[in-house]
């Protein structure tokens, strides 16, 4: 495993993050919670120190199995990321910035990003009491909130760095310019974006903003949630809850598909699956700082873990982005 030094912090995190959306169950399917479990322990057992986390995967559940899981490690040796500001309890309706609706049970459960100072103090608590620890190592804002002013986030952030309940603050689907005002208030460590071989528009603006300001990128959805691990395409299929259903629609399938069975020898040649190449690849481009990596078994922990072992030449990756030059 590699690690690498987030932004102008002193977190030190491994470079494949562990990606605990799936293991919330909720839009994914479900999923086993001896599994959840299982997958974690097996990544930090694999060098994988580091959680991504939120109180919005399964409603609680991702952060109670994360809690659970690491309650035989040091605590000092694992790095905690977790979120804030999607609620789902309704008591803010009105005052917060409605996002969509998630289903679950049958039920229609409508989401809204809420980050004021009294909501961010608020769910770190809840955060902190599934977790089952005293301090989160980085606290994210998850999505941008129209109707709160940045800098009322970013002084809830401050104001727990202060208290010692979290080490860092980071955020999550901001703009360029949402950075540059958050940091006008707090230290930013971090922005966690989407970002794959098929979702590549944070090179533009991001990523040479980032690089100049010494400010991490945390990567997510990878493996555009499992369709660049290529298994969909031969085995399988979704569960009717399970998000991806539509997800995977704004891809062109066929030349995914064609580019997949173009990079499939290069995996073979290294002794690694598709989705390793994908991984590896993700961890190698500029500004990246880590890679989350979502995995719902400890076989999927394992492998994703083992990415990091890869070797990518200069060529494999001019091969590579030939490849992508056709989707
Ligand atoms: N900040 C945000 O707004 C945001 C948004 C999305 C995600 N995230 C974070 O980023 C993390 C990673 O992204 P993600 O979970 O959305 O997607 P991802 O990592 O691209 O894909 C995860 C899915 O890929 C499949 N998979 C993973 N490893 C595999 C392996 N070795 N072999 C075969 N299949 C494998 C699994 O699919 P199956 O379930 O079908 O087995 C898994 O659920 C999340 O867990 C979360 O922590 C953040």
């Not at 997958?39 to 994360?66: H, N, Q, R």
């Not at 109707?147 to 999550?172: C, F, H, N, W, Y």
């Not at 873990?305 to 490849?323: E, G, N, R």
Request: hydrophobic share 40%.
């Amino acid at each position: 495993m590699e690690y690498r030094k987030l932004g102008n912090t002193d977190l030190e995190l491994s470079t494949i993050t562990y990606g605990a959306f799936a293991i919330g169950g909720s839009m994914w399917g479900g999923n086993e919670q001896q599994d959840s479990i299982e997958s974690v322990k097996a990544s930090i057992d694999c060098g994988v120190t580091t959680l991504d986390t939120a109180p919005f995967y399964g409603f609680g559940l991702s952060e109670e199995m994360i809690g659970q899981a690491i309650k035989d490690y040091d605590r000092s040796k694992i790095q905690i990321l977790t979120k804030f500001g999607l609620v789902w309890d309704g008591s803010n309706q009105g005052r917060g910035d409605y996002f969509f609706d998630a289903e679950e049970g049958g039920k229609k459960i409508p989401i809204y990003k809420y980050a004021s100072k009294a909501n961010v103090i608020k769910e770190v608590e809840e955060s902190l009491g599934r977790l089952q620890t005293d301090y989160i190592d980085l606290l994210q804002i998850h999505w941008p909130d129209h109707t709160t002013p940045i800098a009322e986030t970013m002084e809830a952030l401050d104001l727990l760095i202060q208290q010692g309940k979290i080490r860092a603050a980071g955020v999550s689907n901001y703009s360029v310019d949402q950075v540059k005002e958050a940091r006008q208030i707090v230290n930013v460590a971090s922005n966690q974006v989407g970002y794959s071989m098929l979702n590549r528009g944070i090179e533009q603006d991001l990523v040479p903003y980032a690089l100049d300001q010494n400010v991490g990128i945390i990567v997510y959805s990878p493996m555009e949630r499992g369709l660049l691990t290529g298994k969909y395409f031969t085995e399988g299929k979704l569960k009717d809850n399970d998000h991806r259903n539509g997800y995977f629609q704004q891809f062109d399938l066929q030349k995914v598909k064609a580019f997949l069975h173009e990079i499939t020898p290069l995996a073979a040649d290294k002794g690694a699956t598709v989705s390793q190449l994908v991984l590896r690849w993700t961890s190698l481009q500029p500004g990246i700082s880590v890679v989350l990596a979502g995995a719902r078994n400890a076989t999927q922990a394992i492998a994703n873990a083992k990415a990091m072992d890869l070797v990518l030449t200069p060529s494999d990756l001019v091969f590579i982005q030939t490849a992508l030059a056709k989707i």
